[in-house]
C-alpha cells in the first residue's frame, strides 16, 4: 500500500487530499456564516483539520417529540398536549406536491449532490465575496436536518438551543460531518422525510402534518399544489412569512415557490402561473395544547393525569426521567374517566352552583372494587381568569389540589364506627351523648401516650334538644357529636388511627391524622377523591381499592409503537364483611330517615353521611351505591366564607347543611351516571334494639359540628386508668381554638381552617 506509511498514518498524499476536503468544508461553512472568503478559507482549513477528526461519527437522533392524547374510557378525545405539536408521518402520506416543493425552494440539487453542493458551495462564496457579506447560502436540505436534529435535543432548554443554533465555524464544521454520516446512512428519500418531520413550521407546528391541519385543517397527503407552496416557503422563516399575521408576504412567498418549481420542471408555467391565481384558502385549527383545553369538563381530571405520570414511580426512576418521556410525547392514553359519569357531573354541577357564585363545589366518582375514577369535577373552571382556578378541589396537594383539603366535619363519624364495630362494639352501642359535655379524658393513643383534655375543652350537639342516651344507629341518623366523641373515648384513638390507615385517609397534604378526638368531628382537611375512595370501601363490603386514572397508554417512537407499564390498583382488605355490611345497614338509614334524606335515591339501594364543619365554611356530602361511590364539596377554597344568608347556584340559602346543598348535587351526578346500568344491592345487616327512653327526639335536618373547632387536643405523657365520661363544668377557654394539630402532646384542632390553596 503505497500511500501508506510505516507507523500507520496518512501520507503526504492523503494529508493534503484531506486539507483540500477540509478547505472544501470550510468553504461551505463561509458560505452560511457572515465572514468574507477572501483569506478566511485558508485560515478556517488550517485551524479544523484537527476539529474535524475530533467530532464523534455517530449523530444521535433523540426521538422526535410528539403530542400526546388522551382519551376517556370509551375512547373518545379528552385533549392533546404536547412540549411540541407534531405528528410524524412517513413520506407516503405526505403530498408529492409539498415533497417537490420543499426540496424545489431549499436544495433543487437535493437529489445530485452529497451531503454538501459543491456547486453550491462555489457559487455562494463568489456572492458573498462580491457582497461582502452573506447574500446567499449553500446550505443543503441533509445540513438543514442535521441542524434541526441540534435544535430538537436542546428541548425547550433557552441556552441550548442558542448553542445548536449558533453561527460558528465549529458548529458548522459539526453540522458537514454528521450530514456527510447521515447521508451515507439514511438515503434521500428517508433525510426528506425526516426533514419534513422535524422542521417548524410557525404557529405552534412542527412538522408538515402539523403544520397542514393548523393552516388547512387537513392531512399532509391531501395538499394541494398552492397549499404545498405555501408551507414550503414558510419554512425560511416562520414568522416573516406568517400566513395568518401577514397574509400578502405569505402570498408572495408562495408564489416565489412555485415559480421555483416550474423553473426546475417540477410543474408546468402554466400550472404555476394558475396556481399564483388561488387565494391562501386557509383554514386555520386554533392550537388545543394542555388540559386547559380539554372537553367534557375534564380539565382537572387531565391535569390530574398529567400529575399521576410526572409523580408515580412506575413511569420512571425520577421526576426529571418521567418528565423527560412526557415532554417527548407520543403517548396515548387511555384513562378511566366515564363520558356518562362525567357528562353526569358536569350537569349536576351546572345546575346547583355557578362559577361566579362566592364558594365552590367538588364532585369525584370512584368504582368500588377497581377504584377507576369514572367522573371529577368543579365549579370553578380550570383557566387563569376570573372566576377560574388551577387548583383541582378534588385532589390531594401531591397532584395539584389544595395544600391541606378541606375539613370534612361528620362525613368522618363512619370511619369512627367503623373502628368501633372491629374493635367488637354492637351495633347497638349506647352512649349517653349529652348535649354538651367535656372532651372525656385521658384518651389512649397508638404511642401509648395518653391524650389530655388539659384545657377542660367542652363539645356539643347542633341542637339542645339532642341529648341521649342514644344508639348508634340514631347517633348516626342524627349526627349527634357528643356520642362519636364518647365512642372515641371508648376505644380510643389507635383502632381509628388503624382504620384511617386502612382507608389511606389523611390530609390534603399527604400528612397523617393526628391523634386527638377531634378527629371524630371531622376537623382535618380531607380531599374529595379520598373521601370517595374510602367510602368506595363500604361499598365493595370492606375491600378498599386505591384510585387509578390510567387504563393504558401507548407511546409511538422512531416509527414503532409500544406499550408502557401503568399503574395497578391495589385492593386490600380494610375491614371486615360484616363490618362493611353494618355501616351500609346505617348510611342507608341517614338517607332514608336521616341527616341525607334530600340526597336519596329512590330507585336503587344508596348509602351516605352529611358534613357541615363549625361556622358552616365546608359542606359535604359522600355516599355510594354498590357500583358507585361520590363526595361532593362545597366551600370556599380559601376557608374565608360563612355559608349563612348565601346564594348558591341562584338559590337563597339561611343555613348551608351537608343533606341541603351537597346533597342534592351528589343525588343529580349519581343519577345521570347510574342511569340504565344495574347497581346491585346491599348485604344489609338486620339491627334489633329495643327503644331508648329520652325526653325528646326531635331535631331540624341539621349535623353541623360545633364542636370542630372546640377540644384542646394536648395529650400528655401521664398514666391513667380507664377512660371517662366527665359531667360538664368548665366552659372553652378564650383562644383555645388557636392551636396547632401535631397531635400526641401538642395536638390542639384548629378545625375549619384547613384548605387554604
Given at each position: 500500500m503505497p500511500n501508506k506509511r510505516s507507523g500507520g498514518g496518512l501520507s503526504a498524499a492523503q494529508q493534503a487530499a484531506k486539507f483540500l476536503g477540509v478547505s472544501v468544508l470550510a468553504g461551505a461553512v463561509m458560505a452560511g456564516i457572515a465572514l468574507p472568503a477572501a483569506g478566511a478559507l485558508g485560515l478556517a482549513a488550517k485551524g479544523s483539520v484537527e476539529g474535524f477528526d475530533e467530532i464523534p461519527a455517530n449523530l444521535k437522533r433523540p426521538p422526535l417529540s410528539q403530542r400526546t392524547t388522551i382519551l376517556d374510557a370509551k375512547g373518545g378525545q379528552l385533549a392533546t398536549v404536547y412540549s411540541r405539536d407534531r405528528t410524524v408521518v412517513e413520506l407516503k402520506d405526505i403530498s408529492p406536491y409539498m415533497q417537490k416543493a420543499i426540496v424545489a425552494i431549499e436544495d433543487s440539487r437535493f437529489y445530485e449532490h452529497g451531503a454538501i453542493d459543491l456547486k453550491g458551495v462555489l457559487r455562494a462564496l463568489n456572492k458573498n465575496a462580491q457582497s461582502g457579506g452573506v447574500s446567499e447560502g449553500a446550505s443543503t436540505l441533509t445540513q438543514q436536518y442535521v441542524k434541526n436534529v441540534f435544535v430538537e435535543e436542546a428541548g425547550d432548554d433557552p441556552t441550548k438551543v442558542a448553542q445548536a443554533t449558533q453561527q460558528t465555524i465549529g458548529r458548522k464544521i459539526k453540522e458537514l460531518k454528521f450530514a456527510i454520516q447521515v447521508e451515507e446512512e439514511l438515503g434521500k428519500k428517508k433525510i426528506l422525510e425526516n426533514y419534513l418531520n422535524i422542521t417548524f413550521f410557525g404557529q405552534q407546528a412542527y412538522g408538515v402534518e402539523a403544520g397542514s391541519q393548523r393552516y388547512f385543517s387537513k392531512s399532509a397527503k391531501d395538499l394541494t399544489l398552492p397549499q404545498a407552496a405555501l408551507l414550503a416557503g414558510i419554512v425560511q422563516s416562520p414568522s416573516r412569512y406568517d400566513p395568518v399575521n401577514d397574509p400578502a408576504e405569505a402570498t408572495k412567498r408562495r408564489n416565489t415557490v412555485l415559480q421555483r418549481m416550474a423553473e426546475v420542471g417540477d410543474i408546468t408555467p402554466q400550472e404555476a402561473a394558475e396556481a399564483k391565481q388561488k387565494p391562501l384558502g386557509l383554514?386555520?385549527?386554533?392550537?388545543?395544547?394542555?388540559?386547559?383545553?380539554?372537553?367534557?369538563?375534564?380539565?382537572?381530571?387531565?391535569?390530574?393525569?398529567?400529575?399521576?405520570?410526572?409523580?408515580?414511580?412506575?413511569?420512571?426512576?425520577?421526576?426529571?426521567?418521567?418528565?423527560?418521556?412526557?415532554?417527548?410525547?407520543?403517548?396515548?392514553?387511555?384513562?378511566?374517566?366515564?363520558?356518562?359519569?362525567?357528562?353526569?357531573?358536569?350537569?349536576?354541577?351546572?345546575?346547583?352552583?355557578?362559577?361566579?357564585?362566592?364558594?365552590?363545589?367538588?364532585?369525584?366518582?370512584?368504582?368500588?372494587?377497581?377504584?377507576?375514577?369514572?367522573?371529577?369535577?368543579?365549579?370553578?373552571?380550570?383557566?387563569?381568569?376570573?372566576?377560574?382556578?388551577?387548583?383541582?378541589?378534588?385532589?390531594?396537594?401531591?397532584?395539584?389540589?389544595?395544600?391541606?383539603?378541606?375539613?370534612t366535619g361528620s362525613t368522618f363519624k363512619p370511619f369512627v364506627a367503623a373502628a368501633a364495630l372491629e374493635e367488637g362494639r354492637p351495633a347497638i352501642q349506647e352512649y349517653s351523648a349529652p348535649y354538651e359535655m367535656e372532651y372525656p379524658s385521658p384518651v389512649q393513643t397508638c404511642s401509648g401516650n395518653q391524650w389530655i383534655n388539659q384545657e377542660k375543652a367542652k363539645v356539643e350537639n347542633e341542637s339542645e334538644s339532642e341529648k341521649g342516651p342514644y344508639r348508634l344507629r340514631k347517633a348516626m341518623e342524627l349526627s349527634v357529636n357528643t356520642y362519636f366523641v364518647q365512642m372515641i373515648s371508648d376505644i380510643g384513638l389507635c383502632p381509628v388511627v388503624k382504620m384511617t390507615d386502612a382507608l389511606h385517609v389523611t390530609q390534603g397534604n399527604g400528612d397523617k391524622l393526628?391523634?386527638?378526638?377531634?378527629?371524630?368531628?371531622?376537623?382535618?382537611?380531607?380531599?374529595?377523591?379520598?373521601?370517595a375512595s374510602a367510602y368506595a370501601a363500604f361499598a365493595s363490603r370492606g375491600m378498599y381499592c386505591t384510585p387509578i386514572a390510567i387504563e393504558s397508554i401507548t407511546q409511538k417512537a422512531n416509527g414503532k409503537q409500544k406499550s408502557l407499564e401503568v399503574p395497578k390498583s391495589t385492593c386490600s382488605r380494610a375491614m371486615s364483611e360484616t363490618t362493611a355490611d353494618t355501616i351500609n345497614t346505617l348510611l342507608q338509614g341517614v338517607v332514608d330517615s336521616g341527616t341525607g334524606q334530600s340526597a336519596g335515591l329512590t330507585d336503587r339501594d344508596n348509602a351516605g353521611k352529611t358534613g357541615t364543619t363549625d361556622e358552616r365554611k365546608n359542606a359535604w356530602f359522600v355516599g355510594y351505591t354498590p357500583t358507585l361511590s361520590g363526595a361532593v364539596w362545597v366551600g370556599s377554597a380559601m376557608q374565608n366564607v360563612k355559608m349563612t344568608n348565601i346564594r348558591i347556584g341562584g338559590v337563597w340559602n339561611e343555613l348551608v347543611y351537608g343533606g341541603q346543598v351537597p346533597g342534592p348535587i351528589w343525588k343529580d351526578a349519581m343519577t345521570g351516571a347510574l342511569e340504565g346500568k344495574d347497581s346491585g344491592q346491599f348485604n344489609l345487616v338486620p339491627i334489633i334494639e329495643p327503644p331508648v327512653q329520652k325526653p325528646d327526639d326531635n331535631r331540624d335536618d341539621d349535623d353541623n359540628d360545633n364542636g370542630d373547632d372546640q377540644g384542646n387536643d394536648n395529650g400528655g405523657n401521664t398514666d391513667g386508668g380507664n377512660t371517662t365520661l366527665p359531667t360538664p363544668s368548665i366552659s372553652l377557654p378564650e383562644g383555645f381554638i388557636q392551636g396547632n394539630d401535631n397531635g400526641g402532646n401538642n395536638g390542639n384542632s384548629n378545625s375549619g381552617t384547613g384548605g387554604f390553596p
Open positions: 383554514k386555520i385549527s386554533q392550537p388545543k395544547n394542555g388540559c386547559i383545553a380539554a372537553v367534557k369538563g375534564a380539565g382537572f381530571f387531565c391535569k390530574y393525569v398529567e400529575q399521576e405520570f410526572l409523580g408515580n414511580p412506575v413511569f420512571g426512576k425520577t421526576r426529571e426521567a418521567r418528565a423527560k418521556i412526557w415532554n417527548q410525547g407520543g403517548l396515548t392514553i387511555r384513562t378511566t374517566l366515564d363520558p356518562q359519569s362525567q357528562a353526569s357531573v358536569q350537569a349536576s354541577i351546572k345546575e346547583h352552583v355557578y362559577k361566579s357564585d362566592s364558594v365552590a363545589t367538588a364532585v369525584t366518582l370512584v368504582e368500588p372494587g377497581t377504584g377507576k375514577i369514572l367522573g371529577m369535577g368543579q365549579s370553578k373552571p380550570y383557566g387563569y381568569g376570573k372566576n377560574e382556578t388551577e387548583i383541582n378541589y378534588s385532589v390531594g396537594n401531591d397532584r395539584g389540589g389544595s395544600n391541606f383539603g378541606f375539613p393526628p391523634e386527638v378526638p377531634a378527629i371524630a368531628l371531622g376537623s382535618k382537611g380531607i380531599s374529595p377523591l379520598t373521601m
